[in-house]
């Protein structure tokens, strides 16, 4: 019988949710261990309806004296991660509460920040990529226009770096290898709306069965695979 109440009284204290964002982060908010919990507390008390607890209620359901949990009271509010806002009930009655979307708004501004600068960082790998590549298949370095037309790709028409290397592919692979027949694949691409290696692919193979069609005629004098001229269009 005692098992069976202390089993109701422990499903009648509830549970708090805490996103496990805020568990595997807070450290990069500047928050403490003990800053933590203590928000870990306010939400408890505000599920149970609790909206603006004491610095003493506080202290009471952790280890700290009610001077510590003012002092950790102030520093959220001052770092931003808690608001007091003030309300007004349906009787007209004005109090005031805990507001923890300071808190999240911080947090996911600091995630997004994260996601940026991982963004960045990829970015500016892959651009290096495609430059090496470039590089590579020219058998020789760059000329500054050559750089300044592959950052015009990237910046100014917004082509993604897999497609720039596929498109170097397709002009290796038809034996034109210079810019100007690189620019206009990537223009009948961007015009046909192709996004993907999968989707330049496809496009390029259709025009080669174009072209292969009418010349199967002499094709028994000559066994190279002919190509399109991506120029022609």
């Known amino acids: 019988m005692e098992y069976k109440q202390l089993f109701l009284t422990w499903l009648e204290e509830g549970s708090i949710q805490l996103p496990q964002m805020l568990l595997s982060h807070y450290s990069k908010l500047s ?24 610095p003493e209620q506080l202290a009471e359901k952790m280890t700290i004296s009610s001077e510590s949990s003012v002092a950790i009271l102030r520093r959220l509010l001052q770092k931003n991660l808690l608001a007091i806002q003030e309300e007004t009930s349906k009787d007209g009655i004005r109090y005031e509460q805990y507001s923890l979307q300071p808190l999240w708004e911080t947090l996911i501004n600091k995630m997004e920040q994260e996601n940026n600068s991982l963004t960045v960082q990829q970015t500016i790998l892959d651009e290096g990529d495609l430059y090496k590549a470039f590089e590579q298949e020219f058998g020789r370095a760059l000329s500054p226009i050559e750089v300044e037309t592959l950052s015009m790709w990237i910046d ?26 690189i620019d206009r694949i990537l223009f009948e691409w961007k015009k046909k709306g192709v996004k993907t290696i999968e989707q330049a692919r496809s496009h390029s193979e259709q025009f080669r069965q174009k072209q292969i069609k009418p010349e199967k005629m002499n094709s028994s004098r000559n066994n190279n695979v002919p190509f399109y001229n991506w120029l022609e269009q």
Do not use: H
Request: glycine residues 4%; neutral net charge; proline residues 2%.
């Open 31 to 54: 928050l403490s261990e003990t800053e933590l919990v203590l928000l870990m507390q306010i939400m408890a008390f505000q599920q149970k309806g609790i909206k603006f607890p004491t």
């Open 156 to 181: 100014q028409d917004e082509q993604n770096t897999m497609i720039i290397k596929e498109a170097l592919k397709e002009a290796v692979i038809s034996g034109k290898l210079n810019f100007r027949y």
